[in-house]
């Protein structure tokens, strides 16, 4: 048990399990910044559902949505935290875990705020279907992203977290990984969509992707359909272009995105205190 309020001690001991050698590419990272993101994504802007506060995905309604499959393991890496810090919310956590996890795989520092609730308001229940489908394009992206607020620079920017991680045919249906060192926060995904052959790929699941075989890495890299989208629509494009010759510039834009993300449905007072979630329930608040 830490003091209530030591944000600096769960973030030690998050970055403290983040190396686990049995698990995918030796690192829970990846999965903690896609469960962060999966928490936060499903914000709708015109009928304020959705989105972080609550961590809904506890619960089987959008826990067991199939677009939320393998974000369990996330969830177990983090029980231990949890349980040491009992005064934190999960939905503090998990968000604070994927900005932590950005961290240390070599990524910007991104502004983090404490102060969701648990609390489950029924009526700001995200229905199922709210986060984007791998199999589609550049109109779907932004269907999805439009709703959520986000402009399409900084959906590209946001894209760029697949930098990290990889697909499992158990969980997507869809293989592999964007990039041959994914556990290191870096432009590459960008610099591989616009330099590299992509070629189209029918998996034996029937599913469909974009693979190239990468001599370094001695295996098939892949993108999804909606990665390419970036590439062939002429609005995202000339952003994935700035991306992938300027890390800098996208460190900065992606830290300023990510931070938003983890904000959608949360509104505060001037002291940085939640407003919009009064009925708290368990955990901790300041
Ligand atoms: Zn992802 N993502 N994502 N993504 N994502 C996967 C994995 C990861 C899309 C998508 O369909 C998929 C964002 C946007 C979008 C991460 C972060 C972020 C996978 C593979 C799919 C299919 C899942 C699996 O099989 O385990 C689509 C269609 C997106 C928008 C168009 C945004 C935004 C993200 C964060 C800011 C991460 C880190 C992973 C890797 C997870 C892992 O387990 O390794």
């Known amino acids: 048990m830490s003091t209530p309020g030591d944000y600096a001690a769960v973030r030690k001991d998050i970055a403290a399990l983040l190396k686990q050698p049995e698990y995918d590419?030796?690192?829970?990272?990846?999965?903690?910044?896609?469960?962060?993101?999966?928490?936060?994504?499903?914000?709708?802007?015109?009928?304020?559902?959705?989105?972080?506060?609550?961590?809904?995905?506890?619960?089987?309604?959008?826990?067991?949505?199939?677009?939320?499959?393998?974000?369990?393991?996330?969830?177990?890496?983090?029980?231990?935290?949890?349980?040491?810090?009992?005064?934190?919310?999960?939905?503090?956590?998990?968000?604070?875990?994927?900005?932590?996890?950005?961290?240390?795989?070599?990524?910007?520092?991104?502004?983090?705020?404490?102060?969701?609730?648990?609390?489950?308001?029924?009526?700001?229940?995200?229905?199922?279907?709210r986060l984007p489908d791998g199999a589609?394009?550049?109109?779907?992206?932004?269907?999805?992203?439009?709703?959520?607020?986000?402009?399409?620079?900084?959906?590209?920017?946001l894209s760029g977290a697949h930098?990290?991680?990889?697909?499992?045919?158990?969980?997507s249906g869809f293989h592999g990984a964007w990039v041959n060192n994914p556990t290191r926060f870096s432009n590459t995904y960008f610099r591989l969509m616009l330099s590299r052959s992509w070629k189209e790929k029918v998996l034996d699941s029937g599913v469909r992707q974009f693979v190239h075989y990468d001599e370094d890495a001695e295996e098939e890299l892949m993108m999804l359909p909606t990665d390419l989208a970036l590439l062939s629509d002429p609005s995202f494009r000339p952003w994935v272009e700035l991306y992938a010759n300027d890390k800098e510039r996208f460190f900065e834009d992606f830290a300023k995105v990510f931070a938003k993300l983890v904000e959608l449905g949360i509104e505060r007072d001037e002291a940085g205190k939640i407003t919009n979630a009064d009925n708290v329930k368990g955990g901790y608040h300041s």
């Open 163 to 171: 930098n990290l991680g990889r697909c499992h045919s158990d969980r």
């Open 25 to 129: 590419d030796g690192s829970a990272g990846p999965v903690l910044v896609r469960l962060a993101w999966h928490s936060s994504g499903t914000y709708d802007h015109e009928t304020d559902t959705g989105g972080s506060n609550g961590a809904g995905m506890r619960y089987e309604t959008e826990g067991g949505d199939p677009a939320n499959a393998g974000l369990q393991h996330a969830r177990v890496f983090l029980e231990p935290v949890k349980a040491k810090h009992s005064w934190i919310t999960y939905a503090d956590l998990w968000t604070l875990a994927g900005v932590v996890a950005v961290k240390e795989m070599g990524g910007p520092e991104i502004e983090w705020k404490a102060g969701r609730t648990d609390y489950v308001d029924d009526s700001k229940l995200p229905p199922r279907g």
């Open 136 to 157: 589609q394009g550049a109109d779907h992206i932004r269907f999805i992203f439009y709703r959520m607020g986000f402009s399409d620079q900084e959906i590209v920017a």
